[in-house]
Each structure stands twice: as structure tokens, then as C-alpha cells.
């Protein structure tokens, strides 16, 4: 069966300071894989998405990158981080196309930002 | 382009009465639809999807949403609520022209002894 790890749980960082977010997933290939954010009492924001190693779409231009060395991981980054970067991050996955399929999340980082 | 509207932004239900989640999309075409629950602090986990099938959804834990073109409407609906449904819900179409899912901006429920 497919599993989808994120890591850290949580993370309390200094503004300035770099970030690191990291998932991977289990059980499948050549998925689809995306980075949200989830601000306190909004929807989720959709980062960026991945379809392949090395093909990354940003959605929204800001301070964070993300990258996917392997087939099964993508990593969530900045070179410093804001007091808006705070917030609740979840990967997911998919495959094939968003029409019939459904995307499967991982259980999220909470990143406070101080 | 694709969005859904998330009439409530809180529900609160005492528990053993119906529950109502009220969701109205717009699409240039038929569309799929996607319920999600969040439960504090944990990812997003799939309780239904309609994607042009029977227009009467049914999903994990007792719910069920119906598909009602003529009113644009994608309504989550359980007879009787239990604790354990309190949670965030997400109503979500998907968005072929760019391939990726929008997400309404969520509802509460509450659910009370």
C-alpha cells in the first residue's frame, strides 16, 4: 500500500533563518507531487507541484523553493524565512490526472515562524 | 475557470441530528467533486468524489453528498452526527484546464453533546 511521510511534525524557527521540509512517499511511481500551505483559518494554498524529477511549477512567486531530487520526494525550501511563512504545510500525491483522481495527503508540518 | 463556494464557514450540530454541509461550485464543464475532512492538526483525508456517475455520492463514515447540476450544488450530508466528526470539511473541483484541484475555504463543524 501506499504511504506518504512529511518531516518534521512541527518546527519553530527564527526569521532569517533557513528551512527544510521534506516528503516522501511509499508504495507508488512516478507520482504527482505537490506542496500546500494551510494559513490559520484559510483554505490550502497550492506551492508548487511536481510531475517529475527535476520539473517544478511554482504557483505562487515568494521566498520558498522546492526541489525533487527522487522519484518519491520533494523538498520544501527557503533561504530565510518571514513571520508569513508560518503556517501548516502538506504534501500530497497523486497519479495520473486531477479528473478522476484523487490527491492523498501526508500529515503536515506546523513551521511557527518568530 | 473552476471555484467552489463554501456557503458556512462554521456548523455546529448536537450530536445524533443531521448535518448539512453546503458547497455550490462553478464549471465551464462537468465537472468532478471532492469532499475532504481534516480532522486538528492531520492531513486531508478523501470522504467522497463524484465524477459523472450517480449523482447520489456516497463516502466513508456515514456521509453522502448529491450532485445537482441544475442548482450548481454538491451539498455533504450525514443522517446523524457523532463526535468524531468534528472537523474541518473541504468541498474541491478539479481544475482541468490546469490539471490541479481548487479547494473551498473550508467549514467547521462542531458537533455537541
Known amino acids: 500500500s501506499q504511504t506518504i511521510h512529511q518531516w518534521p511534525a512541527t518546527l519553530v524557527q527564527p526569521v532569517g533563518s533557513p528551512l527544510s521540509l521534506e516528503c516522501t512517499v511509499e508504495?507508488?511511481?512516478?507520482?504527482?507531487l505537490y506542496w500546500y500551505r494551510q494559513a490559520a483559518g484559510r483554505g490550502l494554498q497550492l506551492l508548487f507541484y511536481?510531475?517529475?524529477?527535476?520539473?517544478i511549477s511554482s504557483e505562487v512567486p515568494q521566498n520558498l523553493s522546492a526541489s525533487r531530487p527522487q522519484d518519491r520526494q520533494f523538498i520544501l525550501s527557503s533561504k530565510k524565512l518571514l513571520l508569513s511563512d508560518s503556517g501548516f504545510y502538506l504534501c500530497?500525491?497523486?497519479?495520473?490526472?486531477?479528473?478522476?483522481?484523487?490527491?492523498?495527503f501526508g500529515p503536515g508540518t506546523r513551521l511557527t515562524v518568530l | 475557470a473552476q471555484s467552489v463556494t463554501q456557503l458556512d464557514s462554521h456548523v455546529s450540530v448536537s450530536e445524533g441530528t443531521p448535518v448539512l454541509l453546503r458547497c455550490n461550485y462553478s464549471?465551464?464543464?462537468?465537472?468532478?467533486l471532492f469532499w475532504y475532512v481534516q480532522h486538528p492538526n492531520k492531513g486531508l483525508q478523501l470522504l467522497l468524489k463524484?465524477?459523472?456517475?450517480?449523482?447520489l455520492v456516497k463516502g466513508i463514515n456515514g456521509f453522502e453528498a448529491e450532485f445537482k447540476k441544475s442548482e450548481t450544488s454538491f451539498h455533504l450530508t450525514k443522517p446523524s452526527a457523532h463526535m468524531s466528526d468534528a472537523a474541518e470539511y473541504f468541498c474541491?473541483?478539479?481544475?482541468?484546464?490546469?490539471?490541479?484541484?481548487?479547494f473551498g475555504t473550508g467549514t467547521r463543524l462542531q458537533v455537541f453533546p
Open positions: 474541491v473541483v478539479s481544475d482541468l484546464d490546469t490539471d490541479k484541484l481548487i
Open positions: 464549471s465551464s464543464y462537468s465537472p468532478s
Open positions: 508504495g507508488t511511481s512516478n507520482p504527482n
Open positions: 463524484y465524477t459523472s456517475a450517480a449523482t
Open positions: 511536481s510531475v517529475g524529477i527535476g520539473q
Open positions: 500530497a500525491w497523486s497519479v495520473g490526472r486531477v479528473l478522476n483522481n484523487e490527491q492523498f
